[in-house]
């Protein structure tokens, strides 16, 4: 399950009143200018900004769930990998952090390396992998947990075109298979097309349509 | 031979002064300026006797427990200070000031207080140690970037979790900065403290051998100090880069 309701939220300097309902598995881009508030909907989502109004993830009203209790996946486009962890040690850092047992933390993460084709990265450092490479640990180290919701800040701005079309594609795959609600903030059409169910664009901090 | 020419061009300038002290000393033969060669005989003399392995090895039990426990204390407050706004605001003008005055500046107060004994020399060095290992240590983890915590708490990880596996990993450098510019002081400090209060130690030996007019074992004392400073510093540097090298 992953359904999301924002009703009336506000931020400091940014959001004005954004009202959005997002369906279970549905893959949501927002698009907007820079500075518009896309970024700022997904912090506000994840819990990393202060707020008013009510976000509610199936029902249940986040306002006072601590970032790690929100079931939310979080990528930002710097992705920012722990540079002290190993690959193996990135992706399995979430299930680590919840105390899952040792035995299922490798065969998740196996699994997880297999699909995304990063099987040989396993024991490299972050400072050795390239653009690509980074963005596929990224994904895999966010939805490794399974969260109900994953959100993407433009994941692919900093990729050539091919590789870029390569991780679209597997990122579909990937949020079928794990029936995954997406919300995507990009302002690169290509992006918007190919991913989106619904496409919501923010100019201002106010939803345009 | 391409390497050894290297090897020797390098290290010119220690040479030539090597030459030119044993020079003097021979020139001179006072025994205000012995020469290099006298100094070499007299280390050696003083290495078999176990007179000096027995000075040095007080002098480097007290570096060591000092240091080590100035250096694990200064962790654990900046840790507390980087954790806690509240404590940071209260302990960092505190620290901040106390990290100003020269270790040696407690001297007097410290042997009014603590007494002539063995515990004089380990509380400076621990002061030497504490203040700058707390300052950066908190620098170390305010500096983490609040990305890398955000993320790790998106994947469900504690703060206490996100502190073992992140931050403190990323603040080691800072860490180990604050370790390495203490790392020559304290042999400084211990020299000192040995040589104004206590009657064993490489200082107390420095000391002695001055009354006695013996300009060789004053060398002798000041090359192993020179030395015991540089390798500490070397085994500090040596275990960031054990600890830290693989990803940075």
């Given at each position: 399950?992953?359904?999301?309701?924002?009703?009336?939220?506000?931020?400091?300097?940014?959001?004005?009143?954004?009202?959005?309902?997002?369906?279970?598995?549905?893959?949501?881009?927002?698009?907007?200018?820079?500075?518009?508030?896309?970024?700022?909907?997904?912090?506000?989502?994840?819990?990393?900004?202060?707020?008013?109004?009510?976000?509610?993830?199936?029902?249940?009203?986040?306002?006072?769930?601590?970032?790690?209790?929100?079931?939310?996946?979080?990528?930002?486009?710097?992705?920012?990998?722990?540079?002290?962890?190993?690959?193996?040690?990135?992706?399995?850092?979430?299930?680590?952090?919840?105390?899952?047992?040792?035995?299922?933390?490798?065969?998740?993460?196996?699994?997880?390396?297999?699909?995304?084709?990063?099987?040989?990265?396993?024991?490299?450092?972050?400072?050795?992998?390239?653009?690509?490479?980074?963005?596929?640990?990224?994904?895999?180290?966010?939805?490794?947990?399974?969260?109900?919701?994953?959100?993407?800040?433009?994941?692919?701005?900093?990729?050539?075109?091919?590789?870029?079309?390569?991780?679209?594609?597997?990122?579909?795959?990937?949020?079928?298979?794990?029936?995954?609600?997406?919300?995507?903030?990009?302002?690169?059409?290509?992006?918007?097309?190919?991913?989106?169910?619904?496409?919501?664009?923010?100019?201002?901090?106010?939803?345009?349509? | 031979?391409?390497?050894?020419?290297?090897?020797?061009?390098?290290?010119?300038?220690?040479?030539?002064?090597?030459?030119?002290?044993?020079?003097?000393?021979?020139?001179?033969?006072?025994?205000?300026?012995?020469?290099?060669?006298?100094?070499?005989?007299?280390?050696?003399?003083?290495?078999?006797?176990?007179?000096?392995?027995?000075?040095?090895?007080?002098?480097?039990?007290?570096?060591?427990?000092?240091?080590?426990?100035?250096?694990?204390?200064?962790?654990?407050?900046?840790?507390?200070?980087?954790?806690?706004?509240?404590?940071?605001?209260?302990?960092?003008?505190?620290?901040?000031?106390?990290?100003?005055?020269?270790?040696?500046?407690?001297?007097?107060?410290?042997?009014?207080?603590?007494?002539?004994?063995?515990?004089?020399?380990?509380?400076?060095?621990?002061?030497?140690?504490?203040?700058?290992?707390?300052?950066?240590?908190?620098?170390?983890?305010?500096?983490?970037?609040?990305?890398?915590?955000?993320s790790a708490k998106a994947l469900g990880a504690?703060n206490f979790y996100i502190l073992i596996k992140?931050?403190?990993?990323?603040?080691?450098?800072?860490?180990?900065?604050?370790?390495?510019?203490?790392?020559?002081?304290?042999?400084?400090?211990?020299?000192?403290?040995?040589?104004?209060?206590?009657?064993?130690?490489?200082?107390?030996?420095?000391?002695?051998?001055?009354?006695?007019i013996r300009v060789d074992v004053i060398m002798?004392?000041?090359?192993?100090?020179?030395?015991?400073?540089?390798?500490?510093?070397?085994?500090?540097?040596?275990?960031?880069?054990?600890?830290?090298?693989?990803?940075?």
């Open positions: 399950m992953g359904y999301i309701k924002l009703q009336n939220i506000f931020t400091d300097f940014c959001l004005q009143n954004i009202n959005l309902n997002i369906k279970n598995g549905d893959f949501v881009v927002i698009q907007g200018h820079s500075g518009a508030g896309k970024s700022t909907v997904l912090n506000a989502l994840a819990g990393f900004v202060e707020y008013e109004g009510d976000i509610y993830l199936d029902g249940k009203c986040l306002n006072d769930v601590p970032i790690q209790k929100r079931g939310v996946g979080y990528l930002h486009q710097a992705i920012h990998l722990f540079p002290n962890l190993s690959v193996f040690e990135n992706i399995s850092f979430g299930l680590k952090a919840q105390k899952t047992g040792k035995k299922i933390v490798v065969k998740e993460v196996n699994s997880i390396m297999q699909r995304l084709q990063i099987s040989h990265l396993l024991q490299r450092y972050p400072k050795n992998l390239s653009g690509g490479e980074k963005q596929r640990v990224g994904i895999a180290r966010s939805i490794i947990t399974k969260p109900k919701v994953l959100l993407l800040d433009e994941p692919l701005s900093s990729l050539d075109e091919v590789t870029a079309r390569g991780i679209r594609k597997e990122l579909k795959s990937l949020a079928k298979a794990y029936n995954l609600t997406v919300i995507y903030v990009t302002h690169n059409l290509v992006d918007a097309e190919e991913l989106a169910d619904k496409i919501v664009y923010i100019n201002k901090g106010k939803i345009l349509q | 031979m391409n390497k050894f020419i290297s090897i020797l061009f390098k290290n010119s300038p220690i040479l030539i002064f090597l030459l030119i002290w044993e020079c003097a000393g021979r020139v001179d033969q006072s025994p205000l300026l012995p020469s290099f060669s006298m100094v070499i005989v007299e280390f050696y003399n003083l290495l078999e006797s176990g007179f000096l392995v027995e000075n040095l090895a007080h002098s480097f039990i007290r570096v060591l427990v000092g240091y080590l426990s100035g250096g694990l204390f200064g962790i654990m407050v900046g840790i507390f200070m980087g954790m806690n706004k509240a404590i940071e605001e209260a302990l960092k003008p505190l620290i901040s000031m106390l990290l100003s005055i020269p270790t040696l500046g407690w001297l007097p107060l410290m042997m009014l207080w603590v007494g002539i004994n063995e515990a004089l020399p380990i509380i400076l060095i621990f002061i030497c140690a504490f203040f700058p290992v707390a300052y950066a240590t908190l620098l170390g983890i305010k500096e983490t970037p609040k990305e890398f915590i955000n504690s992140i931050i403190l990993p990323l603040a080691l450098p800072s860490i180990f900065t604050g370790l390495r510019l203490e790392a020559g002081m304290v042999w400084k400090t211990v020299l000192a403290a040995e040589m104004f209060a206590i009657p064993t130690g490489i200082g107390a030996m420095m000391i002695n051998a001055e009354s006695l002798v004392t000041l090359l192993v100090l020179g030395f015991m400073s540089f390798g500490f510093e070397k085994a500090i540097y040596a275990l960031e880069k054990f600890l830290t090298n693989k990803w940075r």
